[in-house]
């Protein structure tokens, strides 16, 4: 009987039917928005890891009382209805479900649920180096994800120069030609990298 009550206890402690899946990278920032209804406006918001509502408050890493609590923000959007919570210095530990709660003075609490995958910011940094790095892009891995158009036709252009600057050196009448003259295709990346190029 008491194996019974437990399973019923798990089976109905859980949340929730919609979950809202996010992606990021070691190192960086990711933010996720969780919506509500209009009468819980002023109602406590909080946010915690997990995926049982039961304990969620008691375990809260952040609430809307308590907007900063050390790689954890929360602002609260009550024109839009929503409130947005923020991880700084993420790390792979930072992975996992977390779920998004605003108190209701009677009843249960209403939540909404988010599954965050932190990926390892060191393979991204490796792939920079032997994809970026080999065209002369010193680009911080967000800003090559950001700028990927761009990147592209940089590489496309690095490689067609290079291509005829062979087929050109390796011509008899390489001398007498004239030099290829290539379009500026790619815009230089903010301030804030220019001390990497």
């Not at 408050?57 to 919570?85: E, P, W």
């Not at 930072?94 to 988010?114: M, Q, R």
């Not at 903010?190 to 990497?196: A, D, G, Q, T, V």
């Amino acid at each position: 009987m008491l194996c019974i009550v437990c399973l019923l206890i798990l089976l109905t402690d859980s949340c929730c039917d919609n979950v809202t899946k996010i992606q990021s990278y070691g190192e960086d920032s990711v933010s996720f928005s969780c919506p509500y209804e209009s009468e819980h406006q002023n109602n406590l918001k909080y946010v915690c890891r997990g995926k049982q509502p039961s304990t969620c408050l008691q375990q809260a890493l952040i609430t809307s009382d308590n907007k900063h609590n050390g790689q954890f923000a929360l602002t609260d959007d009550k024109m839009s209805r929503k409130f947005t919570v923020t991880i700084n210095s993420l790390t792979q530990k930072d992975s996992g479900s977390y779920l998004c709660g605003v108190h209701k003075n009677t009843g249960l609490d209403a939540f909404s649920a988010v599954e965050l995958e932190v990926k390892d910011s060191h393979l991204v940094t490796d792939s920079r180096h032997s994809f970026g790095f080999a065209f002369g892009l010193r680009f911080p891995p967000s800003w090559i994800f950001s700028h990927m158009d761009s990147v592209f036709l940089q590489v496309s252009r690095q490689l067609c120069f290079s291509l005829q600057t062979v087929v050109l050196s390796s011509s008899p009448f390489a001398p007498g030609l004239p030099q290829p003259v290539f379009p500026s295709v790619f815009s230089s990346p903010s301030s804030e990298y220019s001390s990497l190029i």
